[in-house]
Nanobody, 127 residues
Framework: QVHLVESGGGLVQAGGSLRLSCTAS????????VGWFRQAPGKEREFVAG????????YYGDSVKGRFTISRDNAKNTVYLQMNSLTPEDTAVYYC????????????????????WGQGTQVTVSS
């Protein structure tokens, strides 16, 4: 069983920044890629960013490219999502998830490629 806990969400003004954290337990974290997804009210869940198990590869959704940065610290079993230049369109519940395959050679953007999910953290950006 894997347990993921997201933190760092909150209320921020447009143009501001937040850093989300996703801390994992119960699995050899360093062997699995991690993805961040978000879901706004009335919208489908959207891929935000992903990082490979080694941290050498990253991949971003078009809507956040150039503004968000994903990173990981395997010693702390934690993945981070640095979010800059936030806009009201970034308002959503943000979830992290671990890849269902160990040491996948690429980063998946489909939520079906991830098996364990955190409970989510709310990010609200005011205009």
């Amino acid at each position: 069983q894997v347990h993921l806990v997201e933190s760092g969400g909150g209320l921020v003004q447009a143009g501001g920044s937040l850093r989300l954290s996703c801390t994992a337990s119960g699995r050899t974290f360093s062997k699995y890629g991690v993805g961040w997804f978000r879901q706004a009210p009335g919208k489908e869940r959207e891929f935000v960013a992903g990082i490979s198990w080694s941290g050498e590869m990253t991949y971003y959704g078009d809507s956040v490219k150039g503004r968000f940065t994903i990173s990981r610290d395997n010693a702390k079993n934690t993945v981070y999502l640095q979010m800059n230049s936030l806009t009201p369109e970034d308002t959503a519940v943000y979830y992290c998830a671990t890849d269902r395959l160990e040491m996948r050679a690429y980063i998946g953007s489909s939520d079906s490629q991830y098996d364990y999910w955190g409970q989510g953290t709310q990010v609200t950006v005011s205009s």
